[in-house]
């Protein structure tokens, strides 16, 4: 059977099935860390978290990470190519608040981090959060 000679209804089915795997692309092109869940001041007043999170973030290797660091360090590259463009505002909120203090508490790592993920230093700023 041709597309021209389905009936209305068949191609209403299509289309619908056509949107339903397209809204699920798009329900999983978001990110899922394991800090989504977590208060980002309460990762920041943590300063051996902190450390963990940051020294894993700049070494050249994935030995100092747990698997939730691996993870966000894979993901850190994306994310601040496309402005968390699939970042969830809380995402946006958590990274942009989480890396402001690391800039002002521990200027060292985070030049390291600048150096590594952000060369030109523009790329964080380009994150906007609404909220
Ligand atoms: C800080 O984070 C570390 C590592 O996750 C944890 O073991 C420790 O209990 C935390 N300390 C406080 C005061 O929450």
Do not use: W
């Amino acid at each position: 059977m041709t597309r021209s000679n389905m009936s209305p209804l068949a191609r209403t089915v299509v289309f619908l099935s056509f949107l339903a795997v397209l809204a699920t692309a798009s329900a999983q092109e978001g990110y899922q860390t394991a800090y989504d869940n977590v208060d980002v001041d309460v990762i920041i007043q943590n300063d051996t978290l902190v450390q963990t999170i940051m020294k894993c973030l700049v070494s050249a290797t994935d030995d100092l990470c747990g698997p939730e660091n691996k993870h966000v360090k894979e993901l850190l590259p994306e994310m601040l190519a496309t402005a968390c463009r699939k970042c969830t505002e809380k995402q946006k909120h958590s990274m942009t608040k989480f890396f402001g203090q690391i800039s002002r508490k521990h200027p060292d790592i985070y030049k390291q981090f600048l150096e590594k993920y952000d060369p030109t230093g523009e790329l964080l700023g380009k994150i906007k959060t609404t909220a």
